[in-house]
């Protein structure tokens, strides 16, 4: 069996390496949120990361995987290493190739912010009123589509950044709206036609998203696999395509622009499979390529009939995370599509990612505001959420811990080494109330130098210090 592995937490990656061993033909890498055992590789219940010849030039895996939101950093994720054998079979054993590593230094993912009902009013009347703006979108990052975040899909990537590359901005506001806003980069832009119907847009160029309605943890998925589901779902589950394209009189003006829903298979439900009822969009050609502006009711989406649940916003203080994808078409001077480049980077994702949410990314949709208030907007909470440092400090061999939560939630506090690796426990996910708490923490086993801790109070409230082991 395997044994031997080192797991560190490095700059923006977590790195997994060991010494090669003669008698193993290879070996194969996972990660997952939980922890590895024989059972959990051979069941699928962790993400296969990497996979290494017996002669490879380097013995180590670079995990860099992207925190889908601020509150959940940093993600404990666990790793292991399998052998296999000069045949080719693998050894599933990692009871001494595995260990978990928390890693601050990971790259946070774009999320998606609430707007308030004031900044979704602004969208709406800027595609009722034909104005190309992103005025109203909340204050985050946008997702950039280009060679540092892509992958090929169904056709060739693009040539270059200045074939085809984009930012895109997207939210929804309490009405149920989702909105986008997309600035692309093109150098040859060529629309569809004004006949042409949506369900053929795709070969033109056109900007595209795949979502579920769902929270992928409470399907089966995580934070790390992302959703489950090889193909749409419907139901409680509900995975859709949306395709947003230009089009374009025979002079070659921008006349319309469809916001097109494809997300039933079979072509069973009106709302599902075609023009999306209450939306809208607008575009229009720039110097540098062409910029888009869509809205439309997510209720529009959905096929009843199939038993599609509507889409529940999260609370101002939480956040859900939904499978979601983008994509860009690129025509050029062809008049047919050229290449395709998707947002998402997961190792699975490529052909097919239009009907296969397993590929897209778990991305957080993040409730406007922090826990302020409980019983109406200028009412105060009597506790704040807070980490105090410990006390003493430094100490030997035990210390206190004091923190205080705003209103009931479940609590994780945990010790971490300087390379991230979680050394202790002190709260596994129990329900605490509001008001203040005291942990202590016996460091009696561990050798002298500097640690951190950490809290995690639901998805309302994350902290870390550090602390000084002196013996």
Known sequence: AMSGATFIAGEGENIVSWTHNA??????????????????????????????????????????????????????????????????????????????????????????????????????????????????????????????????????????????????????????FMSVYADVTDDIVAFAGEAVPGTDTWNYDALELGI?????????????????????????EADFQMRFAPRVNEAGDIVN???????????????????????????EKTDTGWRILVTFPLDSIIDAGEGDVPFSAPGDTDIKLIPFNVA???????????????????????????????????????????????????????????LEQNYPNPFNPSTTIEFSLAKVENVRLSVYNVLGQRVASLLSGESLQAGPHTVNFDASQLTSGMYFYRIDAGTSFSKTRTMMLLK
Not at 266 to 278: K, S, T
């Open 257 to 283: 622009v469809s916001v097109h829903s494809s997300s039933d298979p079979a072509n069973g439900g009106g709302n599902v499979n075609g023009e999306i009822q209450g939306g809208g969009g607008v575009a």
């Open 328 to 386: 860009f078409n690129d025509a050029d001077a062809g008049g047919t599509r050229e290449s395709q480049m998707i947002w998402s980077t997961k190792a699975n994702a490529g052909n097919g990612w239009w009907n296969t949410p397993a590929q897209w990314p778990a991305v957080a949709v993040a409730g406007r505001a922090t826990a302020t208030n409980v019983e109406g907007p200028d009412a105060e909470l009597p506790f704040d959420f807070a």
């Open 23 to 176: 008698e193993f033909g290879g070996y194969n890498e996972y990660a997952s949120e939980n922890a590895i055992d024989a059972a959990a590789i051979e069941n699928n219940e962790a993400s296969l990361i990497g996979s290494l010849a017996f002669d490879a030039d380097e013995f180590a895996v670079r995990h860099s995987f992207e925190v889908p939101h601020p509150s959940l950093a940093p993600i404990p994720l666990n790793y292991a290493v399998t052998s296999k054998s000069l045949f080719g079979v693998e050894n599933t054993d990692v009871s001494a190739s595995t260990m978990e590593v928390a890693n601050a230094d990971l790259p946070l993912q774009t999320y998606i912010l609430m707007a308030t009902e004031d900044e979704g009013n602004v969208i709406f009347d800027n595609v009722a009123g034909s104005v190309l703006s992103d005025d109203g979108f909340p204050d985050v990052p946008a997702f950039v589509v280009d060679s540092s975040h892509n992958k090929a899909a169904d056709a060739p990537l693009p040539d270059d950044d200045a074939d085809m590359s984009a930012t895109v901005k997207v939210t929804v506001d309490p009405l149920g």
């Open 212 to 236: 579920g309605l769902y929270d992928v943890r409470d399907v089966g998925g995580s934070i790390l696999g992302g959703s489950p589901h090889i193909d749409f779902m419907r139901g409680a």
